[in-house]
């Protein structure tokens, strides 16, 4: 930290993009799959390699998501301890990530992990360019 105050403009920044990462949350726990592809650019990429799912283009991972998502009744992304720097039109970003999910039928999954970010400001406001998921620990309860 600098001690140097954010101007006003990267305020304003950061708070677009906290609301992006709230509507992330948001689309995966509703399986709102428009809403998915809507925080991502054209050209965005999400990697869930880590947590044995594709990396690539948002239209092609969507469909994994589905998939891995239909085994729970319920999930709950907790995005907390956001570090994002913005650089003009661009920025990077980490947040950690809790996350329990409710087996359709059976006990709790809980899942901690984190994601990497970089973001795009476009005309239609900060979309991720690429969100790259790590998994750091997970229960069933």
Do not use: K
């Not at 899942?111 to 406001?125: E, L, Q």
């Amino acid at each position: 930290m600098t001690g140097v105050p954010p101007s006003p403009d990267v305020l304003a920044d950061l708070a677009a993009i906290d609301e992006l990462l709230a509507r992330y949350a948001r689309a995966v726990d509703t399986r709102d799959w428009a809403l998915f592809r809507e925080v991502f650019t054209e050209d965005g990429v999400a990697d869930y390699s880590a947590l044995d799912g594709p990396r690539g283009p948002v239209a092609e991972v969507v469909p994994w998501l589905e998939a891995a998502l239909a085994g729970f009744s319920a999930s709950q992304h907790l995005i907390t301890n956001r570090e994002v720097a913005v650089d003009g039109d661009a920025a990077t970003g980490r947040c950690s990530l809790f996350n329990p999910m409710v087996l359709a039928g059976g006990p709790v999954m809980l899942v901690g992990g984190a994601y990497t970010d970089r973001f795009a400001r476009t005309a239609a406001g900060w979309r991720f360019t690429e969100r790259v998921a790590h998994l750091v620990w997970s229960t069933t309860l």
